[in-house]
Antibody
């Protein structure tokens, strides 16, 4: 079964760059979009952006100026970089697979697989 | 961008039925998906495309969507259902693409 394993630095100082990577094991990497989603402590979910195996990306407009998502198809991995972090970027960051059912493709999408999450704390 | 509104909290006694709503402008024209998130864990998809259940999700979880409100219904609520629940839609008309509701904390009394 497909699993997502994620890792990256958990403690950053303001103005540094957040860097996380997510690896896909046990299934197809191509043919899907792979997302990053974050959740500040005690708050809701926020979509950050996504990438497919060809490197095509979509970003949340509110974060677009600071976000870069890249892909390494040779390793079935995708990565997130978020620059100039502040305390407001403190959150659990999740990687996830975007999916659609046979009846809803290609118009409606959801996230059927999630990584376990990485807590990233920004503090001086 | 599109906005989804959920009640912050819902409480229900064990064995009763919990209904969690997700409001949005003409949400009935979109497909709504629901996630369950327990403390310290990643979200888990419990309903997709308004009313379908992924493999392994109990039949007690069901969904509906019409007009301006989508509803996640949990029948015969168990203590293990206590969690946060989020609705989500795909907004292809916006660069925001993915919209989540603010989440509802389900408390089992």
């Amino acid at each position: 079964q497909v699993q997502l394993q994620q890792w990256g630095a958990g403690l950053l100082k303001p103005s540094e760059t957040l860097s996380l990577t997510c690896a896909v094991y046990g299934g197809s990497f191509s043919g899907y979009y792979w997302s990053w989603i974050r959740q500040p402590p005690g708050k809701g979910l926020e979509w950050i952006g996504e990438i497919n195996h060809s490197g095509s990306t979509n970003y949340n407009p509110s974060l677009k100026s600071r976000v870069t998502i890249s892909v390494d198809t040779s390793k079935n991995q995708f990565s997130l970089k978020l620059s100039s972090v502040t305390a407001a970027d403190t959150a659990v960051y999740y990687c996830a697979r975007r999916y659609c059912s046979s009846t809803s493709c290609p118009f409606d999408w959801y996230f059927d697989l999630w990584g376990r999450g990485t807590l990233v704390t920004v503090s001086s | 961008s599109y906005v989804l509104t959920q009640p912050p909290s819902v409480s229900v006694a064990p064995g009763q039925t919990a209904r969690i709503t997700c409001g949005g402008n003409n949400i009935g024209s979109k497909s709504v998906h629901w996630y369950q998130q327990k403390p310290g864990q990643a979200p888990v998809l419990v309903v997709y495309d308004d009313s379908d259940r992924p493999s392994g999700i109990p039949e007690r979880f069901s969904g509906s969507n019409s007009g301006n409100t989508a509803t996640l219904t949990i029948s015969r609520v168990e203590a293990g259902d206590e969690a946060d629940y989020y609705c989500q839609v795909w907004d292809s008309s916006s660069d925001h693409r993915v919209v989540f509701g603010g989440g509802t904390k389900l408390t089992v009394l």
